[in-house]
């Protein structure tokens, strides 16, 4: 099974800064089969990024994608009040598909 | 417009069973994997179980394993998730979601609660 590490656990920004979040995988992740969703309190998962780096449909492009093989990274270019939320790595190379423990976006 | 609305949730009695559905509209059901996944109160996202796009390949956690039947009604465009003898620790918020590897689509949950 893969393992996703996410870091920090927790990071403290204001609107208008760039946030960079990490997600640190066990083994390889072969075709970069690696996704992000933002899930903000009581609501479900909203998938941002698949395939390492592409941007799922409507997603603004403050939100990027990047890394590959064990090193993927998420990025906002400039962080909106709507932004503030928790973000979930997931791998889809093997089974079971995996998710890391969140990442939380908070205001500063 | 993908739709998807979970029902059937709620509380339980260790030993239980319950079945959840998930109503799908805006695309059909039989020509796209599905998934479950849960979220326990307070914590991260886990893979519950699989249906492949033909229905015949059907994958779950070792946590749920022999416990849980996921299955789908064609003539409904509606998943099912069969759940039996559950446990304290399966209590958690239950999402049906679209599934292309990623999950594309979510439906907006439904909270099950195993306690006695």
């Known amino acids: 099974e893969i393992v996703l590490t996410q870091s920090p656990g927790t990071l403290s920004l204001s609107p208008g800064e760039r946030a960079t979040l990490s997600c640190r995988a066990s083994q390889s992740v072969t075709s970069n089969y690696l996704a992000w969703y933002q899930q903000k309190p009581g609501q479900a998962p909203r998938l941002l990024i698949y395939g390492a780096s592409g941007r799922a449909t409507g997603i603004p492009d403050r939100f990027s994608g990047s890394g590959s093989g064990t090193d993927f990274t998420l990025t906002i270019s400039r962080l909106e009040p709507e932004d503030f939320a928790v973000y979930y790595c997931q791998q889809y190379s093997s089974s079971p598909r995996t998710f890391g423990q969140g990442t939380k976006v908070e205001i500063k | 417009e993908v739709q998807l609305l979970e029902s059937g949730g709620g509380l339980v009695q260790p030993g239980g069973s319950l079945r959840l559905s998930c109503a799908a509209s805006?695309?059909?059901?039989?020509?796209?994997?599905m998934s479950w996944v849960r979220q326990a109160p307070g914590k991260g996202l886990e893979w519950v179980s699989l249906i492949s796009s033909s229905g015949v390949g059907t994958y779950y956690a070792d946590s749920v394993k022999d416990r849980f039947t996921i299955s789908r009604d064609n003539s409904k465009n509606t998943l099912y998730l069969q759940m039996n003898s559950l446990r304290v620790e399966d209590t958690a918020v239950y999402y049906c979601a679209k599934t292309s590897g990623y999950y594309d689509y979510w439906g907006q949950g439904t909270l099950v609660t195993v306690s006695s």
């Open positions: 805006g695309f059909i059901l039989n020509n796209n994997a």
